[in-house]
């Protein structure tokens, strides 16, 4: 069975960073996209960063420049650094995997922006 288990959430002050990861076990991670999503209270969860087993990239308008996707296939591990947060980034950020039969989700971690 494959799981996702995601770490680093916290809180953080406007302008501080964080770095979330997303450790997966039980599938062959190298070869599947992988992605992080955020929900905030009373909103849809939204895609945040993709990134391709090619190591390509993807973000959403409102984070680039700020956030960085990254895998580290030797250890099973996708990563999302994120720097100057602000309050509106607060939410639950989940790690997905694009498998073959679709979306496999981890937990979630929560990430709280606020002075």
């Known amino acids: 069975q494959v799981q996702l288990v995601e770490s680093g959430g916290g809180l953080v002050q406007p302008g501080g960073s964080l770095r979330l990861s997303c450790v997966v076990r039980?599938?062959?991670?190298?070869?599947?996209?992988m992605g992080w999503y955020r929900q905030a209270p009373g909103n849809q969860r939204e895609l945040v960063a993709r990134?391709?087993?090619?190591?390509?990239?993807n973000y959403t308008d409102s984070v680039k420049g700020r956030f960085t996707i990254s895998r580290d296939n030797a250890k099973d591990t996708a990563y999302l650094q994120m720097n100057s947060l602000k309050p509106e980034d607060t939410a639950v950020y989940y790690c997905?995997?694009?498998?073959?039969?679709?979306?496999?989700w981890g937990r979630g971690t929560q990430v709280t922006v606020s002075s």
């Open positions: 039980g599938s062959v991670f190298s070869i599947y996209a």
């Open positions: 990134i391709w087993s090619g190591g390509s990239t």
């Open positions: 997905t995997l694009y498998g073959p039969r679709g979306n496999v």
